[in-house]
């Protein structure tokens, strides 16, 4: 068989097949997800991959979850998952699991007591480098909580993550006015912040929990010094988890 000589117009031809090829390819990856898949990325550019190693999961051991509970709250739930072993409860009183007491009943509007009560405790808890604040009707994926020790172990400035917002002079008028806070529903943060948290802060009325988190770290530590972190929503859940074939209902009973 003779050899086939190739033109210029064959080449040409060929790279413009490939072209229409590659580019058909991208549209249907694209189009139907798959793309997605390889390439869908979630902290510090990657995706968490369910895959953390041991020694990952040993740095779980430095991290403490505070975890609001009331009347309401399904212990047993949380029990049955990865947070299990890191949950510190904070109940009103003395019961069974709790590990801080507040030792006074809470309502919704006093909910802020209940934050300067485990703000004040979680300062004696030498041996925990990183904290979250969870609600009890939300989840945070392991991986992603993994992934945020790596980084922020051991950092040289207070760390606080969340969804942050600035409260409205109209409805705080006095010390808590203009302060950064996170959202209830997560938020994470390490022992240099917890050092220098103004757990002494004075204010008017009955405001928001959150913000008055926020202003105890404005306060104490000064917004300046302390490194704001977005939080990533795609590895948290609030008030239901929907996942494939899975919808589950985490707020199925209004708390308080």
Known sequence: MGSVKLTRRHVFVALLISAFMATSLLFAAGRYGYWQAYT??????????????????????????????????????????????????????????CKIVCNRTS???????????????????????????????????????????????????????????????RNFPDSLNGVMYGNGKFYMFNRKLVQCLDTDIKYR??????????????????????EYVKEDDRWIWHKEYTNKNKHIDLSFIKNH
């Open 40 to 97: 869908d990325a979630g902290i510090f550019g990657n995706p968490p991959s369910h895959s953390s190693t041991g020694a990952e999961y040993a740095m779980l051991d430095k991290l403490a979850v505070i975890f609001p509970v009331n009347n309401n709250t399904d212990m047993q739930f949380y029990q049955n998952t990865w947070l299990r072993n890191y949950l510190y409860p904070v109940c009103d009183w003395p019961r069974p699991g």
């Open 107 to 169: 309502t919704y509007r006093s909910l802020h007591k209940k934050t300067k009560c485990f703000a004040q405790a979680i300062k004696q808890f030498e041996d925990k480098e990183l904290f979250i604040k969870l609600d009890d009707d939300a989840l945070v994926d392991i991986d992603y909580v993994i992934g945020l020790i790596k980084k922020y172990q051991g950092y040289h400035k207070p760390v606080y993550i969340s969804d942050h917002e600035r409260t409205q002079p």
């Open 205 to 226: 009325g009955s405001p928001n929990e959150d913000s008055v988190f926020g202003g105890m770290v404005s306060n104490g530590c000064g917004e300046d010094n302390v």
